[in-house]
Antibody, heavy 122, light 113 residues
Framework: QITLKESGPTLVKPTQTLTLTCTFS??????????VGWIRQSPGKALEWLAL???????RYSPSLKSRLTITKDTSKNQVVLTMTNMDPVDTATYYC??????????????WGQGTLVTVSS | DIVLTQSPDSLAVSLGERATINCKSS????????????LAWYQHKPGQPPKLLIY???IRESGVPDRFSGSGSGTDFALTISSLQAEDVAVYYC?????????FGQGTKLEIK
């Protein structure tokens, strides 16, 4: 059974760096064709894809946020970490990590964490 | 970026009736080499994470009731709920995974009339 859970601060100040951790079970990021992504949803807005990391350490980022994002994995801990620099109130959102489906080109998300609400405020 | 535009923004349907949500892509998400449409549909209820319903435009995810179906190709897609149930009240999103950045539609809020 695949599960994912996000953890991190619920409140960050403007200009600070956000670090979110996704801890997962039921799969391994050392296995071929596995990927974990991050998606967020600002209040009242649509879903927004942020980043994706694959088993072979291939990384993909949203171009609009690429300069601020870093995604890494710790295979031994079954964790994926997303850092976002220079946080702004517009980055207030629920942040989700999600398992990328298996299969060539299958870059949709079949399992999601419950999400963590991050508020950016001074 | 590929822009996905859903219509309508909100929809009210009577229980047992059909609901159809449309998703139009700014460019084709059909990959000619494998004839697959790189489009998925999700259901999102308040306080819950999004739930995958449909992938490759028309393949129902395991465990999803068969009243949900996906159709379309190229740039025009639809999610149909054949007989609306109370538990289907949610916001529905389409997502393209043809190329990065992976993008979502703006969402369609489905309510009971």
């Amino acid at each position: 059974q695949i599960t994912l859970k996000e953890s991190g601060p619920t409140l960050v100040k403007p200009t600070q760096t956000l670090t979110l951790t996704c801890t997962f079970s039921g799969f391994s990021l050392s296995t071929s064709d596995v990927g974990v992504g991050w998606i967020r949803q600002s209040p009242g807005k649509a879903l927004e894809w942020l980043a994706l990391i694959h088993w072979d350490d291939e990384k993909r980022y949203s171009p609009s946020l690429k300069s601020r994002l870093t995604i890494t994995k710790d295979t031994s801990k079954n964790q994926v970490v997303l850092t976002m620099t220079n946080m702004d109130p517009v980055d207030t959102a629920t942040y989700y990590c999600a398992h990328r489906a298996y299969g060539p080109g299958a870059h949709y998300f079949d399992y999601w964490g419950q999400g963590t609400l991050v508020t950016v405020s001074s | 970026d590929i822009v996905l535009t859903q219509s309508p923004d909100s929809l009210a349907v009577s229980l047992g009736e059909r609901a159809t949500i449309n998703c139009k892509s700014s460019q084709s998400v059909l990959y000619s080499s494998n004839n697959k449409n790189y489009l998925a549909w999700y259901q999102h209820k308040p306080g819950q994470p999004p739930k995958l319903l449909i992938y490759w435009a028309s393949i129902r995810e395991s465990g999803v009731p068969d009243r949900f179906s996906g159709s379309g190709s190229g740039t025009d897609f639809a999610l149909t709920i054949s007989s609306l149930q109370a538990e289907d009240v949610a916001v529905y999103y389409c997502q393209q995974y043809y190329n990065t950045p992976y993008t979502f539609g703006q969402g369609t809020k489905l309510e009971i009339k």
